[in-house]
């Protein structure tokens, strides 16, 4: 494979908005990209994993995975299905040249369960420090890190208080706090019997159950709708303290995150630089599988 230069890509994205910002691009390469469907189903009988195991971390068992021999290390923090491979399904079948992939399960879901899933209101948090600790235990010093949407959120936490050991951060689809449009919009999703019948099928996948995945779900909304009373801050008082290269992604398409979320990230995280997507939607790494791949292999071994 040819080497890639991050710098290059970037100029070959156009913004097409007018705007006259040099740190916001706009990139309708896009949207000719094939979409993958989201499911596991075989992927491990696709590809084998370098290595798995099942860790203690914080008192909890937490199962991961590494794929590739990379010297480059990502870790990447799934979204609220909570399966690193599920959520980074494209990634995890091609794992770019020079990289090792981590993928964990979060605790409480898949394979680090159990006791289930539950939100109390520091998951963010917790899911933060979890992974710390995972790669701690596994022996990488250093690391990038990749988070989609609350896996985002705990990935921005992670690089604000782990600076030591965090070298790159790349956002999918993030917020850093609720706003009155996300709980609305949130409300209107409370039944997951009215989710993408395949998104439906992958959470009964990780939960066991319609009932518990019902209830997990729930749950977190009740977490999300509290945080939003107290003052909706996921990790706004983070952002000034990252101090890592920032990329971050993000749909202008995007029903489930916005994309101010993204803009305002980018206006809070020094030095970041932010992609707009222009046909871009939520599920950034299924939609444009090829182009992620790619961006990401420049971003850790240019």
Not at 30 to 58: F, K, M
Not at 132 to 137: F, G, L, N, P, R
Not at 165 to 174: A, R
Not at 203 to 211: N, P, R, T
């Amino acid at each position: 494979m040819d080497d890639i230069n991050i710098k290059e890509e970037m100029e070959k994205m156009k913004n097409d908005t007018g705007e006259e910002r040099p740190d916001v691009v706009s990139d309708d390469q896009y949207s000719s990209s094939t979409v993958y469907p989201r499911s596991n189903d075989g992927i491990h009988q696709l590809v084998t994993p370098t290595s798995e195991g099942v860790l203690t971390v914080h008192g909890h068992k937490l199962y991961y995975c590494i794929w590739g021999t990379g010297t480059q290390v990502l870790v990447v923090i799934p979204g609220n299905l909570g399966i690193g491979e599920m959520d980074f399904i494209p990634l995890v079948k091609d794992t770019p040249q020079g990289v090792s992939l981590v993928t964990f399960h979060v605790r409480g879901c898949g394979k680090s369960k159990p006791p289930s899933r539950t939100y109390p209101l520091n998951f963010l948090k917790q899911d933060a420090d979890d992974c710390a600790s995972m790669m701690e235990q596994l022996g990488f010093e250093q690391y990038s890190v990749l988070g989609w949407c609350a896996g985002g959120i705990s990935a921005m936490i992670l690089a604000a208080d782990y600076p030591q050991n965090v070298k790159n951060l790349i956002l999918f689809g993030c917020r850093s706090f609720i706003s009155e449009e996300d709980v609305n919009r949130y409300k209107s999703l409370a039944k997951i019997a009215k989710f993408n019948p395949l998104i439906m099928r992958d959470l009964i996948k990780v939960h066991g159950d319609a009932e518990t995945a019902q209830a997990v779900w729930s749950s977190y909304l009740d977490t999300f709708f509290e945080i939003y009373d107290r003052g909706g801050d996921l990790c706004k008082t983070k952002l000034a303290m990252i101090q890592c290269p920032t990329v971050i992604l993000h749909g202008q398409k995007d029903i489930v995150v916005s994309f101010s979320h993204g803009q305002y990230i980018h206006d809070h995280i020094n030095g970041s630089r932010l992609y707009a997507i222009s046909d871009g939607r939520h599920a950034l790494p299924f939609q444009f599988p090829t182009k992620i791949q790619k961006l990401v292999q420049g971003l850790l071994t240019d």
